[in-house]
């Protein structure tokens, strides 16, 4: 296909789930958050209006029954997608698909953000099919977990009005980061960590051995006392390679980073290793000069 069309296309398409299939609520969900719509599209980057209008940060996760949906005990929800999702390597750490929900770090420094501890992670199990048919399980996925949402890269953690810069919501969290990683940590570090990243679950659909999938099934198990809110699920965008910084060229730019940065790559990246292993060596420079717009 021509690029002028791909690219046609890429902007034509939404890279969050497009529509849903079914839903049970289940049983003893959140009240009043029983709209299964409120799980397509772009997840939420601003939240509260007309009751405490705020940011989606790490510390003020989402709240409203328009921008979440509860799974009861019991109950499942089944999206899709009109494009495949693609188990890619090129994809950033390999991840394929993010869920998001209303998970938040509980704040021990109000209003200033540092991390003491999480809320709101109600599990939930994910399930993956090709053809709305024949589902695969993903194994070790809570649905409603880390990462919480971050809707600006430049708003505080509280602020009333919208950040000027949104953050990526088809950009995964480093898979390598755990919650050790950022207990006691200011916002400051957590953006770092963060990248540019929305937040959100990672997904690998590597462990279901489906080269891609267009349906996501949420569901929650009989013996669960949780019940997870779902906010959207993305499409991760592959990285073009060699291009480090993600600005759609390969340049001196990503070169020079990926040799700042050699050796194991930070968490939370600068993104310069391009074949998966973790590690910013000759390999993957080798890539971006391969690669030079
Ligand atoms: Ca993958
Ligand atoms: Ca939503
Ligand atoms: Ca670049
Ligand atoms: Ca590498």
Redesign the pocket.
């Known amino acids: 296909m021509p690029t002028t069309f791909l690219i046609a296309l890429a902007l034509l398409t939404s890279p969050f789930a497009d529509s849903v299939v079914s839903y049970d609520a289940g049983i003893g969900g959140a009240d009043g958050f029983t709209d299964p719509a409120a799980a397509i599209g772009e997840p939420t980057r601003f939240t509260g209006e007309g009751v405490w209008p705020s940011v989606v940060s790490q510390f003020n996760p989402p709240f409203m029954t328009n921008e979440l949906v509860s799974i009861g005990v019991g109950g499942e929800l089944v999206l899709s997608f009109d494009e495949p999702v693609f188990d890619n390597p090129a994809n950033p750490y390999g991840i394929d698909l993010i869920i998001f929900g209303n998970t938040g770090f509980i704040d021990e420094s109000w209003p200033k953000g540092v991390v003491d501890g999480m809320f709101s992670n109600d599990g939930g199990q994910l399930e993956v099919s090709a053809d709305g048919i024949t589902w695969v399980f993903v194994e070790g996925v809570e649905t409603d977990n880390t990462w919480p949402t971050c809707g600006y890269q430049d708003s505080g953690t509280y602020d009333s009005v919208p950040g000027i810069d949104p953050t990526n919501f088809v950009l995964p969290i480093d898979p390598r980061l755990t919650l050790e990683d950022v207990s006691g940590v200011g916002y400051a570090t957590l953006r770092e960590y963060y990248n540019s990243s929305g937040g959100g679950v990672p997904v690998d659909l590597a462990s279901t051995g489906l080269p891609s999938i267009s349906f996501v099934r949420i569901t929650v198990n009989v013996g669960s006392k949780l019940s997870p809110e779902i906010d959207g699920v993305s499409d991760v965008a592959p990285q073009m390679a060699g291009d480090v910084d993600m600005n759609g060229v390969v340049d001196v730019n990503d070169l020079l980073v990926a040799v700042a940065n050699f050796g194991l790559m930070p968490l939370g990246g600068p993104l310069a290793?391009?074949?998966g292993?973790f590690?910013?060596?000759v390999?993957?420079l080798l890539t971006i000069i391969g690669n030079w717009s």
């Open positions: 290793d391009f074949n292993d590690v910013i060596d390999s993957d």
